[in-house]
T-cell receptor
Framework: AQSVTQLGSHVSVSEGALVLLRCNYS??????LFWYVQYPNQGLQLLLKYTTGATLVKGINGFEAEFKKSETSFHLTKPSAHMSDAAEYFC???????????FGTGTKLQVIP | SAVISQKPSRDICQRGTSLTIQCQVD?????MFWYRQQPGQSLTLIATANQGSEATYESGFVIDKFPISRPNLTFSTLTVSNMSPEDSSIYLC????????????FGSGTRLTVV
């Protein structure tokens, strides 16, 4: 079985500040890991993914995440928050290649001017 | 990555009726997935739809309530049957990717309100 835990259902940061959204996973096999963003009244958009290889992955809109196997973590970061980053972010895990994805409960990011 | 067209984007339905949601993909895909996102919650997988076989439902979801069709490799429908207010959710379809462009693409969702 696999699961995803996102710490903090709501995170507030000031514009220009560091964004850190936490995600821990459990998986019985090497996982594929994803971060998605959902803007209000829209579907999900893939931000970035880790499948194999380099553990630091870069995605769209300046976001990046690092896969740390020893910590079973895949935290999402962005050096400088922008107002347009305000959205809900979902971490997700898949048993590598089996295409059954489990989503975390989501973190709503608020960016304060 | 694939592009998915999902419709309707939203609907308001009377309890006891049914709504069919359609997803059209711009490329052939083996597996399509249907998710439900209840208000303020995360996504829950309803079922996996393979072309040419019965859909596989997750625990808590049954075919009588959520019948799925998958007539070809680019199209699928999800019907929400005999609706009640508890079915008010966003329903999303999704397709996977293939290496090296691996990831999941989602439709824009159907926002369903049952009154």
């Amino acid at each position: 079985a696999q699961s995803v835990t996102q710490l903090g259902s709501h995170v507030s940061v000031s514009e220009g500040a560091l964004v850190l959204l936490r995600c821990n996973y459990s998986s019985s096999v090497p996982p594929y890991l994803f971060w998605y963003v959902q803007y209000p009244n829209q579907g999900l958009q893939l931000l970035l993914k880790y499948t194999t290889g380099a553990t630091l992955v870069k995605g769209i809109n300046g976001f990046e995440a690092e896969f740390k196997k020893s910590e079973t973590s895949f935290h999402l970061t962005k050096p400088s928050a922008h107002m347009s980053d305000a959205a809900e972010y979902f971490c997700a895990v898949e048993r590598g290649g089996y295409q059954k994805v489990t989503f975390g409960t989501g973190t709503k990011l608020q960016v304060i001017p | 990555s694939a592009v998915i067209s999902q419709k309707p984007s939203r609907d308001i339905c009377q309890r006891g009726t049914s709504l069919t949601i359609q997803c059209q993909v711009d490329s052939q895909v083996t597996m399509m997935f249907w998710y439900r996102q209840q208000p303020g919650q995360s996504l829950t997988l309803i079922a996996t739809a393979n072309q040419g076989s019965e859909a596989t439902y997750e625990s808590g979801f049954v075919i009588d309530k959520f019948p799925i069709s998958r007539p070809n490799l680019t199209f699928s429908t999800l019907t929400v049957s005999n609706m009640s207010p508890e079915d008010s959710s966003i329903y999303l379809c999704s397709v996977g990717g293939t290496a090296p462009d691996y990831g999941y693409t989602f439709g824009s969702g159907t926002r369903l309100t049952v009154v």
